[in-house]
């Protein structure tokens, strides 16, 4: 049986088949035990975004995890997500392929949106969570290995945010995710991870620019995963602060040095995994200068520093003279340029919750030529 100090690594472009040989390497069917246990499985649908884009876990993996799961006698199976604040779960389910695959597999799909909530202990913090937490006896979460713009990088840890309530997700932004993010680790056990690390965006959460690498890990201790997810993209712990802070509440290990790392059949390409670059750093810098960032959700800041790319790439980002605020935080304040229906008293706001890349690109540029001449 997979120890949580291994991480399994398999490569290929045969992702159910790669999948089910991973989990039968790992011996999850010894794992998880009772046939009788309720289990959840938890993918990435942040946003309706085919796999391919680099956003959301493909449907190929999580087909064979149930095919797995059915193959060794479990049965009480359902798949659970809850989309980022701004998207439908329902619209991620239908465009990422989830309803063909519940159906093909005959089990539920969950919306967290749509479910009921309740408020939970997380070590003195409190957070709301959706019931079918407590409804789940072995939880394997299904997390895409990826940038973010705000957190460095996404994958086990951050990735339990789908079973909460969308007022949850906005109210950890607000209180800087990093340290909700690994209180929240508390309340929400995850036993068994599968790293779709396929094709992930090295930037933005909700994809556009993937990287493929065509590999799915396996593994149990989530802090070790995200601290092995830091090193492939070019990071450390450190640089990630809920990574720390969950191996501080005793969530698990960050020492990536003393763990044992084992692929399986094919490696990988001349390179490896590590797809850091200085250049991908540098495009995220040249564009958050223009902002002030006030505890804003991860859709409306994604959706913003994409449109600012755009900008920056066509030589107008430079002639924006004033900083663009966005976030919670700008509620009731008052300011020249503003993203999103928190800065509503603003002189000029782009309108939405959040507002779209395209929307923010046309209307800053209309904003910017207007003012410059």
């Known amino acids: 049986m997979l120890g949580k100090n291994q991480i399994l690594k398999i490569y290929g472009t045969e992702y159910e088949a790669m999948t089910k040989e991973l989990l039968s390497a790992a011996g999850l069917a010894a794992l998880i035990g009772d046939r009788e246990k309720r289990i959840c499985i938890k993918p990435n649908l942040v946003c309706p975004v085919p796999a391919e884009l680099g956003a959301t876990t493909h449907t ?15 049965h009480r199976i359902v798949i659970a997500e809850g989309s980022w604040v701004g998207d439908r779960t329902s619209e991620a389910f239908d465009v990422c392929g989830y309803r063909e695959l519940a159906a093909q597999f005959d089990v539920p799909l969950i919306d967290t949106q749509k479910s009921k909530g309740h408020e939970a202990d997380a070590d003195g913090m409190k957070i709301q969570i959706t019931d ?47 340290k909700p993010i690994a209180y929240m680790q508390k309340v929400i056990r995850q036993d068994f991870i599968v790293v779709d690390h396929i094709s992930g965006d090295l930037d933005f959460e909700e994809g556009g620019n993937p990287v493929v690498k065509n590999c799915v890990m396996a593994a149990r201790d989530p802090v070790l995963t995200d601290s092995y997810a ?41 390179g490896g995994d590590e797809i850091f670059s200085e250049e991908r750093h540098q495009r995220m810098l040249d564009v958050s200068y223009a902002v002030e960032e006030v ?60 507002p779209d890349e395209d929307k923010i690109y046309h209307e800053l540029r209309k904003y910017i030529t207007a003012r410059s001449g």
Do not use: W
């Open 60 to 74: 190929e993996v999580v087909a064979g995890i149930l095919s797995y799961l059915q193959e060794n006698g479990f």
């Open 132 to 178: 079918v937490v407590d409804q789940t006896d072995f939880l394997i979460n299904v997390p895409v290995l990826k940038g973010h713009c705000q957190t460095k990088m996404t994958c086990a840890l951050k990735n339990l945010k789908g079973l909460l309530p969308n007022a949850e997700k906005s109210r950890f932004h607000r209180l800087g995710l990093h």
């Open 230 to 270: 830091c090193r492939i993209l070019g990071y450390s712990p450190d640089d990630v602060p809920y990574v720390r802070l969950a191996e501080k509440l005793g969530v698990g290990s960050a020492d990536i040095d003393a763990a044992e790392i084992q692929t399986i059949g094919r490696r990988p390409a001349p």
């Open 295 to 354: 505890d804003s959700c991860s859709a409306c800041y994604s959706m913003l520093i994409a449109a600012l790319s755009r900008l920056s790439d066509e030589g107008l980002l430079t002639k924006l003279h004033e900083r663009i605020g966005i976030g919670q935080g700008m509620r009731g304040r008052k300011g020249t340029l503003g993203i999103g229906k928190c800065t509503k008293d603003f002189d000029y706001c782009i309108m939405g919750c959040p």
